[in-house]
C-alpha cells in the first residue's frame, strides 16, 4: 500500500506539469484515499465477466481541483486522443463519470473527467478505467461544424384596415291592409262644341222633311200552274 501511495504522489506531481501543455492550469491536488485493493480486483473480475471485450485500466493519480486523472493499464498504441472512457467511481461499479483522453505521456494516458452528478466523489486512486474499443470518440473542437445562421425573417407587411361595411338599403314600407285605395283621377270630360265668332250669323235649323214616304211595291203575281202535254192526259 506504500508503493501505491508513493507512485500517487509522484504521478500526480507529473500529471500537473503535463496538463499545463494541454491548456489546463489546475491548483494543487487534494489528497485522495486509494480504494481497497481487494474490494476493487473483486469489481474488476466481475466486470470482465459480464463485459467481454473491454480493457481495463486503473486510476493511479488525481488532480480533482482540474478534474484530470491519470490511468495506467490501458493500450497505449490502441487508445487514441479524444476516446471516451468510463471511471467506476465505487466498488460496486453503480457511479459511473465519463472521461475524455487528451494525452499519453510517462506511459499513462491522462484523463479529463466531466462534471459530477450532485452526491458523487471525485475518482480515487485504484478506481477502474473502462475503455471499449471502437467506442465513442469526443469531437474534436475544428470538427464541430458551426450552427447555420438563420436570416431574420422578413417584417409581415401590416394588414389593409377592412372596407367600410355598406348600409343595406331601407326597405320600402309594406302597404297596410287597413290604408284606402288610391283615388281614381275623374274622366277627361267631350269637348265642348266650338262656340260661334262673335259677329258671325247662327244657322237656321234644318226644317224636318214634308215628303211622304214612298208607297211599298204591288206584290210580284203567282207562278202559273205548268200545261200538260197531250201524252201525260192519256195516261
Not at 469531437?139 to 436570416?151: E, L
Not at 291592409?177 to 265642348?192: E, G, R, Y
Request: glycine letters at 8%.
Amino acid at each position: 500500500m506504500f508503493s501505491i501511495r508513493a507512485v500517487a504522489v509522484l504521478l500526480a506531481g507529473g500529471l500537473i506539469v503535463g496538463c499545463q501543455t494541454q491548456s489546463h492550469t489546475p491548483a494543487a491536488s487534494v489528497a485522495v484515499q486509494p480504494v481497497s485493493e481487494e474490494s476493487i480486483a473483486d469489481l474488476e473480475q466481475s466486470w470482465r465477466a459480464s463485459h467481454p471485450g473491454t480493457q481495463i485500466g486503473h486510476v493511479n493519480a488525481v488532480a480533482t481541483d482540474s478534474r484530470i486523472v491519470s490511468a495506467t493499464g490501458l493500450p497505449l498504441g490502441d487508445i487514441r486522443i479524444g476516446d471516451v472512457v468510463t471511471i467506476l467511481l465505487d466498488t460496486q461499479g453503480s457511479s459511473t463519470v465519463t472521461a475524455t483522453v487528451f494525452g499519453k505521456n510517462s506511459g499513462f494516458v491522462q484523463l479529463d473527467y466531466g462534471a459530477l452528478r450532485p452526491g458523487q466523489g471525485d475518482p480515487r486512486i485504484g478506481d477502474l478505467v473502462v475503455w471499449y474499443p471502437g467506442g465513442p470518440v469526443a469531437p474534436a473542437a475544428s470538427d464541430v461544424a458551426a450552427p447555420p445562421v438563420t436570416p431574420p425573417a422578413a417584417p409581415m407587411p401590416e394588414p389593409a384596415p377592412p372596407a367600410a361595411a355598406t348600409p343595406p338599403a331601407t326597405p320600402a314600407p309594406a302597404p297596410s291592409a287597413d290604408a284606402p285605395p288610391a283615388a281614381t283621377p275623374p274622366a277627361t270630360p267631350p269637348p265642348a262644341p266650338d262656340a260661334p265668332a262673335p259677329g258671325a250669323a247662327t244657322p237656321a235649323p234644318t226644317p224636318p222633311s214634308t215628303d211622304a214616304p214612298p208607297a211599298p211595291a204591288p206584290p210580284a203575281p203567282a207562278p202559273a200552274p205548268d200545261a200538260k202535254s197531250p201524252a201525260d192526259q192519256s195516261k
